[in-house]
């Protein structure tokens, strides 16, 4: 099954593939405040403190954000998809997580391990959302895979959109 990625514009994904956090220590400051700390063996060390893994993990949603129907951009850059079946068969994956509830500038977190059947590809709910930013600011259910080597390959991904 198709799992999307946002990623930030000037990426490098259909070179060097979809990278984790761990992978793109100029990202780690997101995580600062919440570590509290700017050394970057303390942010990696808090977010595998949120779940083994996460800092070798890539956040995905199961269909892109959309508004009115047409896909929306979480950051300006570019929509990614890869089969998550695919990382599977060939041993890429270590775990998944469900990230189960997010608020306060991402310091109210919930996360829960599933196993692959258990991603849940129900349609989201865009409806009660007016514009891009509300959209791109609300909590949508989203899963994070943990891969072994902290990156998903090239040749697995696809470019989807370009914002």
């Known amino acids: 099954m198709k799992l999307y990625h946002y990623s930030p514009k000037g990426n490098s994904c ?3 593939g979809i990278l ?39 956040a995905c949603f199961t269909e892109p954000l959309k508004l009115n129907g047409k896909i929306v951009s979480a ?7 890869f089969d998550v ?20 500038g991402g310091y109210i977190e919930e996360f829960k391990k599933v196993d692959i059947n258990e991603i849940d590809y129900s349609a989201l709910d865009f409806s009660p959302y007016k514009t891009e930013e509300e959209i791109t600011n609300v909590f949508f ?3 994070f895979i943990v891969l072994k080597e902290g990156y998903i390959p090239p040749e697995y991904i696809t470019k989807e959109k370009s914002f």
Do not use: C, M
């Open 14 to 16: 259909l070179e060097k």
């Open 20 to 58: 984790s956090v761990s992978l793109l220590p100029e990202y780690l400051f997101h995580y600062a405040s919440r570590a509290k700390s700017e050394n970057p063996e303390t942010i990696i060390k808090w977010l595998d403190s949120t779940f083994y893994g996460r800092s070798r993990s890539v």
């Open 75 to 81: 950051d300006e850059g570019d929509l990614f998809s």
């Open 85 to 104: 079946d695919a990382l599977f068969e060939d041993q890429l994956v270590e775990s998944i997580y469900e990230k189960t509830k997010s608020g306060k």
């Open 141 to 143: 259910r989203h899963y």
